[in-house]
């Protein structure tokens, strides 16, 4: 994604239609879950990365169909979490049924959210770092799409950090 500047982002080299390949560059760094930094650096590098994930929600132009499709993310969300929560029938508490259904209950009613080209999976495997001179790069691409901004940033808030235990 060169909107984002060299070093940040997989390049794409080759396509090939006949084979349904295509050859990309390696991005540079390790993934943020490789990491063993706490404190300050681990804050600056999350800093980072939000930075970095909001240069992605600008890129492309929202054309009115993708504008359309992305509005209505959040309505398969919540149609997707009831879902789930019915077909795990008893094998869910009442309590985190209700807790599910309540918030997919919410995101039929949360308005207009800012809309933009989300990555689709930031998380630490996805991130990768070089080193503190060094750009931040972000990786697999292939969840992108446009939507509503804030689901590139579920994710990392609500999920364990890279040196969260397992």
Excluded at 99 to 106: D, I, N, S
Excluded at 112 to 120: A, I, M, T
Excluded at 124 to 147: K, M, N, Q, V, Y
Aim: net charge positive.
């Amino acid at each position: 994604m060169s909107y984002l500047g060299p070093g940040r982002a997989p390049r794409l080299t080759a396509t090939s239609a006949q084979h349904l390949a295509l050859i990309m560059t390696a991005a540079p760094g390790v993934p943020l879950n490789a990491l063993r930094s706490t404190g300050a650096a681990l804050e600056s590098v999350h800093r980072k990365a939000g930075a970095l994930v909001a240069q992605v929600h600008q890129a492309g132009k929202l054309t009115p169909a993708a504008r359309e499709e992305a509005s209505r993310a959040l309505l398969r969300t919540a149609d997707s979490a009831e879902r789930v929560v019915h077909a795990a029938g008893d094998q869910m508490p009442p309590a985190e049924r209700e807790f599910v259904l309540a918030h997919a209950a919410e995101l039929r009613t949360v308005g207009r959210v800012p809309l933009g080209y989300v990555h689709g999976r930031v998380d630490e495997h996805t991130l990768r770092w070089s080193g503190i001179r060094e750009p931040l790069a972000l990786t697999d691409f292939d969840r992108a799409r446009f939507a509503p901004v804030v689901q590139d940033f579920v994710p990392p808030a609500c999920g364990p950090g890279p040196n969260a235990p397992a």
